[in-house]
């Protein structure tokens, strides 16, 4: 059946079923902003929150002060750029799938290991290393990537956790552990041996029992993570140049979290944001966005910083962004923090600064993952250089992107788990070529300054790019000297046409001609090539230009120390190979932004009401972008502003202070089902632009659970809630706000709280409590008395896997 069509083509059916959804989204977002199940919820918590602004304009407090943004479907319909998340990724699945081995090819790479022979001779012609240290290189291959961990890096606590390894190290003759030589201050340690050993090749040994005790304490204290040793590697070679406390940093590819937790131990050390604390401690709190690009992946690292027990002080500066790495928009932070090279924090002089971009960026993108062979050994046998052509137009177009996004001053650090000159120098010349790239410059000796001791290989200043190809005769191109030979061999043999040879070799020719001619089928080799133009003409899949080496004189300094003045100086790189240090493969490039004049503009007198006007319409255009990506997003819940009046109700309730820019109020955001976040004291989240947020800050409220007799006290039970307060503050909210509240503050001692779980223990409620025992509770503390609302939580508390 065919309907009447608008002038946009979408039929009229189709139309009014989307404006139906847009107003039931609207409606509801304006009520209460709950999105659970893909669909919007109100209904009760909605009322409660209509209560509770009421009750606090009646008493005084100021419900207008924030202006919640509603997410409008209907205006994001005609935004150009919603359909273009959709499009980069369908390019990024197509262009993988068809890297990718099909279910033939694989089978034949499996039997006739095939990946290992090309990837071994990719290696020796791209003399990534000395033909001699190839077997060194297969028989570390062959062996289990060593377990490795690292301790916190600026909690004093951890001090206790690297007491207890250092005895560990000390035992004789046999340790269980031993310190890794190149990390600083004997923060990372590798085990040693095992309890039992594995009979399957490649499998990790299980942790001595007195290792295994030290990782369980530390992890559950926050104070340690499990970790690969190269992982560590790019906020170690980063911390130098760019990390301090109150730095701004970004993490473009951030799942599972690694490295997220080892920037928010940089940018927030717990020692100095306990001190000085989240408001006045300005320099100790940094910001730490944390983006991934799929919204499971975004779930994995979410459940990797909650699994390992993250302090609050951490958790205050971190945000969980969900948005594809081309894509992240250009922050504009306005704030007290300063944008001086160091990238920490400032005085009050350098208040009404606007910085555009981030301290520092870190894009350890995604790739073909063949320094990881050792923990997955079934990345040699399906080896193919298909993949890392494949990944090269992503990967540089995430690393232009995050280019973009560092401040003058700052500093970027693109890294790869691939030993593949196409995924790692091409990508680092094609960012330094490209648009805005003489802004940058690689810096010289950064491995050295981060991990002095590791050892690691200088970057390559010429590479070939090659396809692999199934021969069908013997004619195939070898690669030599950055020349090749024209093949007339097709890339691939197809299913019939490779049939149709088998059968024209059996009528025609004897058996060992047929054995003959089937070797010679299923032999795979390596085609080269040495330019775009013949790598285009030849068909080879996902040819970027970008691909091949600049010029030689370009290229600068080169990678064998051939000499060249003013170039790229791509030897600046460094490459890190398995059998060097007993890792596994990564690659490092550290780039600076150089410092421009226009890096910082001040507000002076004259222009402080213009520079307001344009800092308020920015953020509002922000807001309205944030809008648009939220109701796009596949994100169940992303944290979203407060609906109107209620960020002022609650820090009128609470007694946070004013709710200007910079202020409580401000901080106070939706979280996902119903909860109230405090987002980072570093910046304000609409200076992050249109992006998509899965989480901000600490989690500080929840939404109170209603405890009733019966459906008759149901609306003045309820009533009664919202008009008090309609929230429970969670652990790491008490800790965040509890300085700052001034309101709803009770001053306990332990005998009191010795009171209130004897009471419980007993069964005992308000209402069946004694004269004597009800005047103990109406002692307690002061006015709001916690024991007000005890009943209902003593009884709900009672089932043994609750807490009080």
Known sequence: TSYPADADGMNRKKRRRIDEKAEQASAAAASFGVRKNNRWRGGEKAVQLEAF????????????????????????????????????????????????????????????????????????????????????????????????????????????????????????????????????????????????????????????????????????AGLLARQEAVSMLPVLVLAPAALCPGSRVLDVCAAPGNKTMQLLERVSPPELTSSGGSVSGVSASGLVVANDAHHLRVKTLQDAIARHCRSTSELQSLVVSCAMGQDIPVPAFTSAVSASAGGGGGGAGDRGKTMMGYDAVLADVPCSGDGTIRKDPDVLRRWHPGGGNALHATQLAVARRAALLVRPGGHLLYSTCSLNPVEDEAVVAGVLTGPGGDQFELVDGAVALGVPGMKHRPGLATWGVAEHVFNSNSNSVRYNNGSSVKNQGSRKVGFKEESQAKKEGSENGSDDDEDKDEDDEEEVSLRWHSSHREASAAGMPAAELTMWPPPPVMAGGGGRGD????????????????????????FIALLRRRQGPASVVAASNEVEELQQAVNKTRKRAAAKDAAAARATSELPE?????????????????GLGGGGSGGVCSRLWRGARGTVTLAPLAADLHDLGGVTMASAGVTALVARKVFVKGEHHAASATAAVAAEFPYDFTQAGAEALGSLARKRRVQALPTDLQLMLAARAAGITSSSAGEEQQQQQQQLGTPPCPAKRGEWRWRYSDTPHRST
């Open 638 to 654: 992303p944290v979203r502003p407060l609906p109107p009046g209620e960020a002022a109700a609650v820090a009128s309730a609470l």
């Open 53 to 220: 602004a009421a009750a606090a304009a009646a008493a005084g407090g100021d419900t207008s002060a924030t202006n919640g943004t509603n997410i409008n479907i209907n205006s994001c319909r005609s935004n150009p750029k919603m359909g273009s998340n959709k499009k980069e990724v369908a390019t990024l699945k197509n262009a993988l799938r068809n890297a990718q081995l099909d279910k033939r090819e694989l089978l034949l790479f499996r039997k006739f290991d095939y990946g290992r022979q090309l990837f071994f001779q990719y290696l020796k012609i791209q003399k990534i290393m000395q033909d001699s240290e190839l077997p060194l290189l297969e028989a570390t291959f062959n062996t289990p990537l060593p377990i490795t961990f690292r301790l916190h890096a600026t909690d004093p606590r951890a001090g206790v956790l690297a007491a207890r390894l250092r005895d560990l190290a000390a035992r004789r003759p046999n340790p269980p552990v031993k310190a890794l030589a190149w990390m600083p201050d004997g923060q990372g340690w590798q085990a040693i041996g095992s309890t039992k050993a594995s009979a399957v090749p490649n499998r990790r040994d299980k942790l001595h029992p007195d290792v295994f005790d030290v990782v369980r304490d530390g992890t559950e």
């Open 563 to 586: 000499g060249g003045g003013g170039g790229l100086h791509l030897e600046r790189c460094a490459r890190f190979l398995p059998h060097d240090q007993d890792t596994g493969g990564f």
